[in-house]
């Protein structure tokens, strides 16, 4: 099983950048699909990037698609996500999910990390 460890979220203005990190625990990391997703008040979680064990393969939400970026680093069990120009409406708790199973950038019942809050002021 692996356990995930999010930092990084913090207050930003629109048009700024964050890089959040997501550190794992466990030998077997370089065997998950790794992902963020996200959570605004009100509304439920929702899906912003994966990519698998590898590195090899990215998926992201039509929403941050050429704003964020996720990377991840098996030597370290981290992994990334580079967001620029941030608007408003990113603003959320931002979540770390770790999967075995990504298809079609569909992670299977995910471990998920606590949560790091990034909040973009206008």
């Known amino acids: 099983q692996v356990r995930l460890v999010e930092s990084g979220g913090g207050l930003v203005q629109a048009g700024g950048s964050l890089r959040l990190s997501c550190a794992a625990s466990?030998?077997?990391?370089?065997?998950?699909?790794m992902g963020w997703f996200r959570q605004a008040p009100g509304k439920e979680r929702e899906f912003v990037a994966a990519?698998?064990?590898?590195?090899?393969?990215?998926y992201y939400a039509d929403s941050v698609k050429g704003r964020f970026t996720i990377s991840r680093d098996n030597a370290k069990k981290t992994v990334y996500l580079q967001m620029n120009s941030l608007e408003p409406e990113d603003t959320a708790v931002y979540y770390c999910?770790?999967?075995?199973?990504?298809?079609?950038?569909?992670?299977?019942?995910?471990?998920w990390g606590q949560g790091t809050q990034v909040t973009v002021s206008s």
């Open positions: 999910a770790a999967s075995q199973t990504l298809s079609m950038g569909v992670m299977t019942s995910p471990t």
């Open positions: 466990g030998r077997t990391f370089s065997t998950y699909a």
């Open positions: 990519i698998s064990w590898s590195g090899g393969s990215t």
